[in-house]
């Protein structure tokens, strides 16, 4: 049973659409991240949210973390084709500090 | 440059045979960690350290062992490999831990086990 989830589990967009991801779990979390990965190459760190209700800005994406902290989303506007890649949610449970779970992430491919 | 780095990238071993994959950083970071990444698994933790002589189990211990004898350096060992140990390995660092665990990832070993 994974303990964080996302959707969808694949994305194929045209450039220029906006889209959004979900990552979502009944536990609460700590703070959450999310990271980019590429095909052979390790996850890169987007952004952290930390605060319940947090909304950060990173040019054309946009990650709110819930209320709760139980929950977050990635908004992406104007998707271009470098926005391609596994995106992966992450985060350190309040009932198990130190460990940390990852979602199993939302492939997303935007098409030129 | 501040990294991450895992040695080796590729590797391919037979059933039982020791090995260890090296993973250094040059951050200073306290926190390290190393995962398992497979297909409609994701990405999975193995073990990861808060700081020098200090490792805990993550999700997915079993099989392997670690040390950290100093702050730049978690080996990851498989005293005995077995094929259902084939995987994509990543080792990752942080500044510190707790609250916000963001990590810096090393480019990845693949193993696979014969």
């Known amino acids: 049973t994974q303990l964080l989830e996302q959707s969808p589990q694949f994305l194929s967009i045209q450039e220029g659409e906006n889209l959004t991801v979900y990552c979502n779990s009944s536990?609460?979390?700590?703070?959450l991240q999310w990271y980019r990965q590429e095909p052979g190459e390790g996850p890169v760190l987007l952004v952290t949210?930390?605060?319940?209700?947090e909304v950060k800005k990173l040019k054309r994406l946009t990650f709110q973390f819930g209320d709760a902290r139980k929950d977050s989303s990635l908004h992406i506007t104007a998707a271009q084709p470098g926005d391609t890649g596994l995106y992966l949610c992450?985060?350190?449970?309040?009932?198990?500090?130190?460990?940390?779970?990852f979602g199993p992430g939302t492939s997303l491919s935007v098409i030129p | 440059e501040a990294q991450v780095t895992q040695n080796p990238r590729y590797l391919i071993t037979v059933t039982g045979k020791k090995l260890t994959v090296t993973c250094s950083q040059n951050?200073?970071?306290?926190?390290m960690s190393w995962y398992r990444q497979d297909p409609g698994l994701g990405l999975r933790q193995i073990y990861y350290?808060?700081?020098?002589?200090?490792?805990d189990k993550g999700d997915v211990p079993e099989g392997y062992k670690v040390s950290r004898k100093e702050k730049r350096n978690f080996p990851l060992i498989l005293e005995s490999p077995s094929p259902n140990q084939t995987s994509l390995y990543f080792c990752?660092?942080?500044?510190?831990?707790?609250?916000?665990?963001?990590?810096?990832f090393g480019p990845g070993t693949r193993l696979t086990v014969t």
């Open positions: 990752a660092s942080s500044l510190n831990g707790r609250p916000s665990y963001e990590q810096y």
């Open positions: 536990s609460v979390f700590s703070s």
């Open positions: 949210v930390v605060t319940g209700g």
């Open positions: 992450a985060g350190a449970l309040v009932t198990s500090y130190d460990k940390v779970i």
């Open positions: 951050m200073n970071h306290e926190y």
């Open positions: 350290s808060m700081n020098v002589e200090v490792t």
